[in-house]
């Protein structure tokens, strides 16, 4: 782990800090949008000739009980997730071009049909127009994972707020998302086109990669060096490291790549969560 476990510590800012640092960024994210020189993916109108061979699949439940959470704010995260996935359903990555989840789905607003849903801020949950999206993002940047595109900006939470239930893959695999500065970023390095889908089912939020040629190698994400830590100033924090085994069509390892470095502060005591030795490493779902 680097020092940036040391950075995790509360800072309170300003209202008026907050407000001008919004706009900063807002401004920094449409300038190089537009005048960064990346050629950006975009939807095709009509089905791909080409044959498509299936990559990727993945998918994650709509609807979850959150602890003082009010259900109704998880039926509006329905409603959002199928006007944004929407707009990225059937987007292609054309070799040297980059996907941008928030130039693609645009501002979340009332007047595009977005209602209210769960908003993480600063360790907390209140309700937000477009609340919810996050799930989208997640099951992107998972399913990307699997894949030989290129994650070139992706973001989580600072804070980790619910204990794990029902955890299926490593801690830290999501892909936290702002409009518009916090953005989801993939670039396709390889020889070949890839295709989104996504939708959202009776139950789940369903999301597959497709690709213009059979893909060489398979992926396998991995876990390490899970640790819950006691802070000095009081407070947990979490931390772990995730990599991905390459496959080869024999099934062989033949190589092992790192993805990211998550650091958390913990919103609930995990001595109270966790049984035994607390140095876990598990698979846990985002």
Known sequence: MNNKENDLRPQ?????????????????????????????????????????????????PLLRSLKDVDMQYQYNKVTNLKIASAKVDGVVIHPGETFSYWKLIGEPTRKKGYLEGIVLFCGTFHPGVGGGLCQLSNLIFWMTLHTPLTVVERYR?????????????????????????????????????????VKVGETHLEGEWKASQKPTYTYHVIEKDHILKGEMWGGYSRHNALYREVIDYKGDVVDEEYITENHALMMYNPFLEYKGNVNVTTDQAE
């Open 157 to 197: 939470h600072s804070y980790d707020v619910f204990p794990d239930s029902n955890r299926t893959q490593p801690f830290g695999s999501g892909a936290t998302c702002v409009y518009p500065y916090r953005d989801l970023m993939i670039r396709n390095d390889t020889d070949m086109d890839f295709v989104l889908s």
């Open 12 to 60: 309170k800012r300003s209202k008026l800090r907050l407000a001008l640092g919004k706009i900063y960024y807002r401004l920094a994210r449409y300038c190089y949008w537009y005048f960064g020189g990346l050629k950006f993916a975009k939807k095709q109108d009509s089905p791909s000739p080409v044959k498509m061979y299936s990559v990727f699949t993945h998918q994650t």
